[in-house]
């Protein structure tokens, strides 16, 4: 498959596109900053545009079967208002609506959306003082692909770590079993890749810890 990785520059999109290539598929990645090290893979191409520029996004989009959103930001911008997820979010829905490619899988957190009411007393206050920001935007972002009409799956990863790709890890999609815990984003990676031909966890959100 051509997959479009919004992202894709750092973190858990970087270690997307590299599984992704490994597993034999074509990845566009979407960036405003050149990736050096991935120009030579002959299954790999880069746009450069910005997730918040609607012409870049119909752009990218063109010729692709699914997308991966995995944008992040800085700590600084923590202690600002956030809007990007929400912002970026409603022009990529309306892109691949405009499309017609159904499937997008968006990573958000643990924490985001109704995951939130699942944290402990005791980590609520500190998280709220640090991530509240970005996580209250994060929700807004599940909450429109909810409400979308694609085939979407929200990935929620815990406390993320630089930990080696094992393939094991706990996919806890069901709210009683949601909790905080330590994953790699390279193991991040290794479910978002399974997802991208597999249908199980289609309109799904399911929270991904070791």
């Known amino acids: 498959m051509r997959v479009l990785i919004i992202g894709a520059s750092r973190g858990i999109g970087l270690e997307t596109s590299r599984q992704m290539q490994e597993a034999g598929h074509t990845v566009r990645a979407l960036s405003r900053s050149p990736i050096e090290h991935e120009r030579s893979h002959p299954n790999f191409e880069q746009v450069r545009g910005d997730a918040l520029n609607s012409q870049d996004i119909n752009a990218a989009l063109r010729g ?34 405009g499309h017609g490619i159904k499937r997008l899988i968006c ?68 709210p009683f079993q949601w909790r905080n815990g330590i994953i790699s984003r390279a193991n991040v990676a290794d479910f978002i890749v399974r997802q991208i031909d597999d249908p199980t966890f289609v309109h799904q959100a399911p929270v991904v810890i070791q």
């Open 107 to 174: 990573v958000t957190g643990f924490g985001a959306g109704d995951s939130h009411e699942r944290i402990g007393c005791l980590q609520r206050i500190p998280f709220n003082i640090l991530f509240g920001r970005a996580y209250a935007d994060k929700s807004q972002q599940e909450q429109l692909i909810k409400e979308s009409s694609l085939d979407w799956t929200i990935v929620r990863p815990g406390v993320l770590t630089n930990g080696r790709r094992t393939g094991r890890y706990k996919i806890l999609n069901e």
């Open 64 to 97: 692709v079967d699914a997308v991966i959103s995995s944008l992040g930001i800085n700590l600084t911008a923590l202690f600002q208002p956030v809007h990007l997820f929400s912002d970026a979010t409603r022009i990529l829905l309306a892109a691949m609506t």
